[in-house]
């Protein structure tokens, strides 16, 4: 029976680490590209906005094309809530408020969908 001298321990640790390292080196390059592996420079669809409504709800405002569309994202499903073009100032102020209370951006986008 041979047994293994401490030449032979090196190089596999050795081979170990080069393994390991590559194996790191892989995960991180995956990590960073992976997300842009198979876009397009033009990209079609923006999360404009978002807001978190707790127990596991969000609103989302996407820009889609030449529409702004308004999503509804809870645990069991996704719901449109509303469209809009992409023209459609949001940051006006609704008439009659006082101006300390009036409602801007996602807020006002929110109210004008439920006021609907």
Do not use: C
């Not at 680490?17 to 842009?36: A, H, N």
């Not at 404009?48 to 707790?54: H, K, P």
């Not at 405002?61 to 030449?66: A, D, E, N, S």
């Amino acid at each position: 029976m041979n047994s293994l001298g401490w030449t032979d321990y090196v190089s596999m640790m050795g081979s170990f680490v080069v393994v390991l390292l590559l194996l790191i080196g892989t995960l991180i390059m995956i990590k960073r590209m992976g997300p842009k592996v198979g876009m397009s420079n033009g990209k079609k669809i923006q999360i404009l906005e978002a807001q978190n409504l707790g127990g596991r709800q969000k609103l989302i405002l996407v820009g889609v094309g030449q529409e702004t569309i308004l999503l509804g994202l809870s645990a069991t499903g996704m719901t449109k809530l509303g469209q809009f073009p992409n023209d459609t100032d949001f940051t006006s102020h609704d008439e009659g408020r006082p101006e300390e209370i009036s409602q801007t951006g996602f807020q006002s986008i929110l109210s004008r969908v439920l006021n609907k």
